[in-house]
């Protein structure tokens, strides 16, 4: 199979967020089927000062390649995907990531990340949100904020 070269990833515009949150409960709709936000969401916007900051998977893909089962794979579409029925829950890749975007779930034994499904863009009232089409090779320095940093 060819390489993807290119991936959708998530653009944030601090100026149009009011903080509401709704794409946290959107993610965790997807991820665990519940509104909780937060801890079940792969997104988190965090509160800057005056403004907001996102943290997300940039699917840069750095952790492809340490999973010791093979559990995470780059998509036709460019996603980096970590495969349920593979992961054995060691979590190496949650402590691997340099920006901390693969996350620990508290009810399931793997971890979690973005797949840009766009539910994030779709739920904000105020599109403070945008996936993009980016070349994977350009993905280098997009480092939004290291959460515990
Ligand atoms: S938690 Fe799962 S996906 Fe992550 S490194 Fe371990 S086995 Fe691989
Ligand atoms: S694109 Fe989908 S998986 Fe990624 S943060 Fe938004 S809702 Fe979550």
């Not at 944030?12 to 509104?35: I, N, T």
């Not at 992961?87 to 901390?100: E, K, L, T, W, Y």
């Amino acid at each position: 199979m060819e390489k993807p070269k290119t991936v959708k990833i998530l653009k944030f515009h601090p100026e149009r967020c009011d903080g509401g949150l709704g794409c946290e409960k959107a993610c965790s709709q997807v991820h665990f089927k519940s509104d909780e936000g937060g801890d079940k969401s792969a997104i988190r916007i965090i509160k800057d000062g005056t403004t907001f900051k996102m943290h997300v998977c940039d699917q840069r893909g750095l952790c492809l390649d340490m999973c010791p089962v093979g559990a995470l794979e780059r998509r036709k579409n460019g996603t980096v995907w970590l495969d349920k029925n593979i992961c054995i829950g060691c979590q190496a890749c949650v402590g691997f990531c340099p920006i901390g975007a693969m996350r620990k779930s508290d009810v399931r034994i793997e971890p979690f990340k973005c797949i840009s499904c766009g539910a994030c863009v779709r739920a904000c009232p105020n599109n403070a949100l945008e996936l993009v089409e980016v070349k994977i090779e350009d993905i280098k320095e997009i480092v939004y904020h290291k959460q515990g940093v």
